[in-house]
């Protein structure tokens, strides 16, 4: 059971924009900036968004994240088969005294 | 280019005593925390804890406290994971992670553990 619970799976086909959600509580997403990671199959995770709406250098804009109060959200537009991955929300739990992960996300691109 | 390039895969024995290692490079290792994250078998991510380098300080998550052991070596840019007793449930993929400015991971670990 993940301290940050999010959809196992979500689908869309290409062009749609999907969501996925991330739910916590006041000691992590409620007090701390929430980030978005991207796993490709086979390959490391990597950062999609941080800082809960702040994309890095080189992540393109159909990928947007928002955060509201305890839970965030994170938006894909333009949906491309590319975007078949997993997806995880991670936060620091100031209770926990460390890094928590949502239990993730698999994007189907149908 | 900042990278983090980790030892290869293992495959051990149940009790048996391990360490995996992430070379940190183009970057001020000893001011950045490493963070280790275990991923299970078809499972999620889990962050294990971290080490900064520059102090070998560590935080380590409750679920992996006293099961794993990290160290640092500043004069190889090297941050170590380890074990001394595996077991078949320590069969995961390890991946350290960093972020000097920028998000980097290193390429991961297999580890099997299986008698």
């Known amino acids: 059971q993940s301290v940050l619970s999010q959809p196992p799976s979500v689908s869309g086909t290409p062009g749609q924009r999907v969501t996925i959600s991330c739910s916590g509580s006041?000691?992590?997403?409620?007090?701390?900036?929430l980030n978005w990671f991207q796993q490709l199959p086979g390959t490391a995770p990597k950062l999609l968004i941080e800082?809960?709406?702040q994309r890095p250098s080189g992540v393109p804009d159909r990928f947007s994240g928002s955060r509201s109060a305890t839970s965030a959200s994170l938006a894909i537009s333009g949906l491309q088969s590319e975007d078949e991955a997993d997806y995880y929300c991670?936060?620091?739990?100031?209770?926990?005294?460390?890094?928590?992960f949502g239990g993730g996300t698999k994007l189907t691109v149908l | 280019e900042v990278q983090l390039v980790q030892s290869g895969a293992e495959v051990k024995k149940p009790g048996e005593s391990l360490r995996i290692s992430c070379q940190g490079s183009?970057?001020?290792?000893?001011?950045?925390?490493i963070n280790w994250v275990r991923q299970m078998p078809g499972k999620g991510l889990e962050w294990m804890g971290r080490?900064?380098?520059?102090?070998?300080?560590?935080n380590y998550s409750p679920s992996f406290q006293g099961h794993v052991t990290f160290s640092a070596d500043q004069s190889i840019r090297t941050a170590y994971l380890h074990w001394s007793s595996l077991q078949a449930s320590d069969t995961a993929m390890y991946y350290c992670?960093?972020?000097?400015?920028?998000?980097?991971w290193g390429q991961g670990t297999t580890v099997t553990v299986s008698s």
């Open positions: 080490i900064h380098p520059g102090d070998s300080s560590t």
């Open positions: 800082n809960n709406n």
């Open positions: 183009g970057y001020s290792f000893t001011t950045y925390h």
């Open positions: 006041n000691s992590n997403i409620g007090s701390n900036n």
């Open positions: 991670a936060a620091w739990d100031d209770s926990l005294n460390g890094l928590v």
């Open positions: 992670a960093t972020n000097p400015g920028e998000d980097v």
